[in-house]
């Protein structure tokens, strides 16, 4: 720990920590300042690339062919529209079909997991056991 020889001399000490303690809070202040700048010019340029984005969608010549597409299945006009419902029918159905498969395998699964589990526990309770044993009948073979 430093000495001392006067009370001014621990004063002025004092004084020239502060002094540094506020250059240094200027320096990451104006640093601060300059990172929040350049974060709120990239946020600006982020959102003026996504507006020319969806400007760039809306404009897009595909969205009403694929409006009119939309409608046309809808309505029934299409030709191949039927093919389609029917096609998307069939997923639906195997979907579901799917779906109550993994089911049932699944309530099966609850069912017998409390039973799985008193095998396993017994078969590593006996393995725990007669470890003894069956070492030195393996070790006896060898």
Same mark, same amino acid.
């Given at each position: 720990?430093?000495?001392?020889?006067?009370?001014?001399?621990?004063? *002025?000490? &004092? &004084? *020239?920590?502060?002094?540094?303690?506020? @250059? %240094?809070?200027? /320096? &990451?202040?104006?640093?601060?300042? !300059?990172?929040? /700048? =350049?974060? !709120?010019?990239?946020?600006?340029?982020?959102?003026?690339?996504?507006?020319?984005? #969806?400007?760039? @969608?809306?404009?897009? +010549?595909?969205?009403?062919?694929? *409006?009119?597409?939309?409608?046309?299945? =809808?309505?029934?006009?299409? +030709?191949?529209?039927?093919?389609?419902?029917?096609?998307?029918?069939?997923?639906?159905?195997?979907?579901?079909?799917?779906?109550?498969? !993994? @089911?049932?395998? !699944? @309530?099966?699964?609850?069912? #017998?997991? +409390?039973? &799985?589990?008193?095998?396993?526990? %017994?078969?590593?309770?006996? #393995?725990?056991?007669?470890?003894?044993?069956?070492?030195?009948?393996?070790? /006896?073979?060898?």
């Amino acid at each position: 720990m430093r000495r001392f020889d006067s009370e001014s001399d621990f004063h *002025d000490h &004092i &004084i *020239d920590g502060l002094a540094r303690l506020d @250059q %240094g809070q200027e /320096g &990451i202040n104006s640093r601060l300042d !300059k990172i929040n /700048g =350049s974060v !709120k010019h990239l946020y600006e340029r982020v959102e003026g690339a996504e507006k020319s984005v #969806l400007e760039h @969608q809306l404009n897009c +010549p595909m969205n009403e062919k694929v *409006d009119e597409l939309q409608r046309s299945l =809808s309505e029934g006009d299409h +030709p191949g529209s039927m093919e389609v419902r029917r096609q998307l029918e069939e997923f639906n159905k195997m979907a579901e079909a799917s779906r109550a498969g !993994k @089911q049932i395998s !699944k @309530q099966w699964l609850e069912h #017998l997991r +409390p039973i &799985i589990t008193f095998i396993v526990s %017994g078969l590593l309770v006996l #393995l725990l056991l007669h470890g003894n044993d069956l070492l030195k009948a393996l070790v /006896g073979r060898g």
